[in-house]
């Protein structure tokens, strides 16, 4: 029913969607969210989609019930989960290095032209491309925040070229549009 609701919203009255999804949810595991994070950009395509770690907040369901639901929480604020009946810790940790790769990447609309490419090439699982890109990040970076522009935009090319067969040429076209169109917009 949610599903529907969204495309109607998307694709009837022309209205900008943005999305919040959660993850660590009890009975969810990688598979599954992947899943959900995939169809709903196939039913509705919103142009903003927040990902989120689930957190056991004090005085909520899933902090009073957290051991009958499988989950263990951290007692500290922001009280987020660090384990679930069906994803360990590594698992959250890699969901949630793609939720920051989303962020930088798609949500914040600063490679627009690669961007395009970049999910054309990909397919319908546009969860397992962006896996992949925060994966090649952080293997370069050892982290996912604090990462400038060009170098960003070098972690694209890369995933653009090898692993989505784009021409080189072409992926620098793309990210120089990109690069340049942003320049102009601060400047």
Known sequence: ATLAN?????????AVVHADLIFGLPGEDEVSFARG???LFQACAPPEVQVNLLKGLPGTRFAREAEALGLCFNPEPPYELLRSGTMPFETLMRIQRFARCWELVRNRGRFPHAVRAFQEACGADLFGAYARLAARLHAGEGRLFAIGMPRLAGYLREELTETCGLDAAEADRLLAADLNAKALHEG
């Open 6 to 14: 969204l495309r109607f919203l998307t694709r009837q009255t022309g």
């Open 37 to 39: 994070f995939n169809t």
